[in-house]
């Protein structure tokens, strides 16, 4: 066989193991499960915690020294598992509350999914969390950002006709410059939705604005004493 035979034949079967490679890549390599997590104990929950069963991987909140997830609150965990795995896979959940209670599920399948986290008085049985499938929903999705010069200690989100609160009591303040995304859902059924957006800063200032859209929008808090006209916002990032 000549050189130029055998080159030939070696660039084919090296773009034969290539193309291989590709397909192998392309396929999933991990399956997502996405929770829900709503916090209906009645106190502030300091932990959540999600642990692979198999692995020893976890997942905890606060994700941040920033993260408080006050009654009513919610916080959405992310966890993948090797596609191959999947099956038979399970997971913990446990989460600790501001007085001293500690629960555990350990069957958790790997799935999009909403738990609510039970008061003591709610539970069935040793079952400390309910499940519900989630609901098609339109969602807002805001990412602040402090341009205010001083500490932000309380952002609020409120559903202007259902009185839907989203709070958010940072534990050590919203730092000048930081940023903090909040998501904010309601049923797809409903139209014209609009929100009041509320912030306070560390000097006492309240900064309110009161037609927020259900959108995916960047929003600057600004120095309320710096502000022309009644609006403590811009629709935009900072530079």
Same mark, same amino acid.
């Given at each position: @066989? #000549?050189?130029?035979?055998? %080159? ?9 193991? #290539?193309?291989?490679? %590709? ?9 997502? &499960? ?20 198999? !692995? &020893? ?5 606060? /994700? ?14 992310? /966890? ?13 959940? =446990? ?27 709610? @539970? ?6 309910? /499940? #519900? @499938? ?5 969602? &807002?999705?805001?990412? %602040? ?27 050590? &303040?919203?730092?000048?410059?930081? =940023?903090?995304?909040?998501? %904010? #859902? ?16 560390? !000097? ?5 604005? =009161? ?22 916002? =811009? ?5």
């Amino acid at each position: @066989m #000549s050189i130029r035979k055998i %080159f030939a034949l070696l660039t084919a079967v090296a773009l034969l193991f #290539s193309c291989t490679v %590709f397909a192998e890549e392309a396929t999933p390599q991990v399956k997502t &499960g996405v929770y829900t997590i709503v916090n209906k104990t009645g106190e502030t929950v300091t932990e959540v915690k999600i642990s692979d069963n198999v !692995s &020893g991987d976890t997942n905890v909140f606060p /994700f941040t020294e920033n993260d408080v997830l006050e009654n009513d609150g919610t916080v959405i965990f992310y /966890f993948d598992i090797p596609a191959t795995e999947d099956g038979e896979h399970r997971l913990t959940l =446990s989460y600790k509350t501001e007085s001293g209670r500690e629960e555990t599920f350990g069957t958790l399948s790997i799935e999009e999914v909403t738990i609510a986290l039970l008061a003591a008085d709610a @539970m069935t049985g040793a079952t400390p969390i309910a /499940f #519900s @499938m989630p609901k098609a929903d339109k969602t &807002g999705v805001y990412t %602040f950002y402090n341009l205010t010069g001083e500490v932000v200690t309380v952002l609020n989100l409120i559903d202007n006709e259902e009185g839907t609160t989203i709070r958010t009591a940072f534990k050590d &303040g919203l730092a000048p410059d930081e =940023s903090y995304t909040v998501v %904010f #859902s309601v049923p797809a059924d409903r139209e014209n939705v609009t929100l009041t957006l509320q912030f306070v800063t560390e !000097s006492g200032k309240i900064g309110t604005f =009161s037609t927020l859209k259900i959108e995916e929008v960047p929003i600057s808090l600004l120095d309320i004493d710096s502000v022309s006209g009644a609006t403590p916002i =811009s629709f935009k990032a900072p530079d």
